[in-house]
């Protein structure tokens, strides 16, 4: 097959973020049985571009992609586009935007012609609006990896329970936005693709089309569980993440907030690592002597097989989270928040410790860290899980199985 991948690609992130594993990981999975994988890349004014082409080259040299395309973003004038945004109808928005994308659509059209694109894939919000020139080209796909409504529901909920109104605003119009792309577009696609089980329920309540909308959950690296083992710290617990993404620093700062002094009153050397790139300043000011706030560090599997514990306190976002089958096929045992493991499938989800509240945290993590080999037997059954389930080759194929299956329901309708 020849497939088309609409990207927005951030290289501040780095290609090891989580949001950057899934594109990437999927697309070499499809070039290596067999299919070509065009990135058009949107590029964006005022972008660094020397860090954007070495990121693009990383890319390159890693075999994520047989081809890329970069297009430049289309240039609208400011209060055009305002009242654009004005306009709840997604196809009375493009009305007035219309005759600013020509060139632009124009350049999609050569490339869907040039290429002979099989199957088109957009990842890029922004770009949602060339739904109806794909789809009468090719089959589409959109991969929303995780519902935007969801995301700001939940963060609007965080923020009036803790009260920071200020910021009220903003969230509410980002989800005014996410539900009208989500209900609108996720009409227009032949599949629609999302990382967790949560997000789809939210998916198939907006557009109405449970049987378009699949679950297609990220993976883990299957050489992230090879290498020597590594001697466990017995007091040491590990949460990880990239730390200026709210849910991960919200997370964190609650846990050390409410469950790290219960903690310390029981085990005055129990340490808690915070491990991950570019931690806002509030957390590094939460550093204490039983809390490392490390930032990036070169290697994270090591640092999660050094740990007796993976904490994952997430109160807020959506979407797959990575860290946690990471964290399991690193070999270390995982307590978290319900909202931490809703992504998961319920056997995988039975072998973990679940808490609802910082006190019953507290309370499975003591209870853990007394007899961690009491619970060696559930670690060996998540790892299994992990390794037979999660393994990005198997979410390589069921990409490829949905790719030919809404293709072939193309050919049947076209006759």
Known sequence: MNILWILDIDADYGPRHGGTLRYTQLSRGLIARGHRVTYVVISHPGQNGRKHNEYLETLRGEGCFTDCVEIDEYSVPSITRKLSRLVIHPGIQQSFLASYQVEFKNRIIE??????????????????????????VSTTIIDWCDSEVLFEMREIRLLLKMRKLTELPRRVKELIYGLIDETYYGRYSAANIVVGPTDKKVLDFLNGKPFVNRLLQNGVEPSIDNGPAIAKDPNRLIFTGTMDFSPNYDGALWFIKNVMPVLIRKRRDIRLVIAGQLPISRLLESATENVEVLGLVPNLRAEIQRSQLYVAPLISGGGFRNKIVEAIASGTYVVGTPMAFECLDEKLRGTLLIARTAEEFAKRIEEYLRNPWAFNDRLCEAMRIVREEYQWGKKVKELEELCYQVSRHRVEATG
């Open 111 to 136: 490339l869907l012609k040039e290429w002979a694109v099989d199957v088109s894939i957009v990842s890029h919000r922004r770009c949602l609006f060339l739904l109806p020139l794909l789809s009468s």
